[in-house]
């Protein structure tokens, strides 16, 4: 997969730790990880035709907590048929390679508002994803903004989802044996081999214009943490 252009501010750099081929290993291993995972474990769709139903509402705007994104490419229909927003920040080209393994498209830029701010790339992020929904394919972006704690829904979501007239589609997972790191600002779920994976589609939000950014945003939260914790409670069953 060749990554769409965008702008990529330059971190200052931390020597090893920070340099791009190890960054794209990362990705590359935490992909055959997620794989290893899907061929040892069960996964259940709710709703059992998840797949469909979202497939029918493409191109979409998928959806999910911070905390769900290495489960993603276990949820989308069809990976190779969506976009994905990676940060430019080093940790950034680890998600940008780990989608880019199941044939995501990765685009660079930040979630916060998609303004132009130094070194970020946020309108050009912006206009890379308005575009590939235009093409037909569909896009996949966490709500909330690193680093910031809390699961405070991104301005820029709810933009695109007003630019495009696209629906939001959210999604979450939880499986039954896993690690969530709780001193991560995202509290990431690792899932584990051998579990029964719950993968789920919530209810779409339509962002029309009878509806205003903070409603918008309000709505979209209350549905992904009602989804999250649906999962993780199913899993737990």
């Known amino acids: 997969m060749t990554p769409s252009p965008g702008p990529d501010g330059p971190a200052e750099s931390r020597g090893l730790i920070d340099a791009l081929w190890l960054r794209r290993l990362v990705g590359r291993l935490l992909a055959l990880y997620t794989r290893f995972v899907r061929r040892t474990s069960r996964i259940v769709d709710e709703p059992s035709d998840l797949r469909a139903r979202s497939a029918a509402l493409e191109p979409a705007i998928y959806v999910s907590w911070h905390a769900n994104i290495l489960a993603i490419p276990l949820i989308v229909p069809d990976p190779k048929r969506v976009v994905a927003l990676a940060s430019p920040h ?101 899932n584990h081999p051998g579990s029964l994976i719950v993968t789920m589609m919530g209810e779409p939000l339509e962002v029309g214009p009878e509806m205003d950014d903070e409603t918008a945003a309000a709505t979209l939260k209350a549905r992904l943490d009602a989804l999250y914790a649906e999962a993780l409670a199913r899993a737990d069953r």
């Open 90 to 190: 080093p940790d950034g080209q680890i998600a940008a390679e780990y989608g880019r393994a199941f044939g995501m498209t990765a685009v660079l830029g930040t979630g916060m508002s998609f303004k132009q701010v130094h070194g970020t790339g946020g309108m050009a992020g912006f206009r890379n994803l308005l575009r590939g929904l235009r093409d037909g394919r569909s896009v996949y972006l966490c709500a909330e903004v690193p680093p910031v704690p809390g699961r405070a829904v991104s301005k820029g979501v709810i933009a695109l989802a007003r630019k495009s007239g696209r629906p939001l589609v959210p999604l979450a997972a939880a499986s039954s044996r896993r690690t969530i790191i709780e001193r991560l600002w995202d509290r990431m779920q690792i």
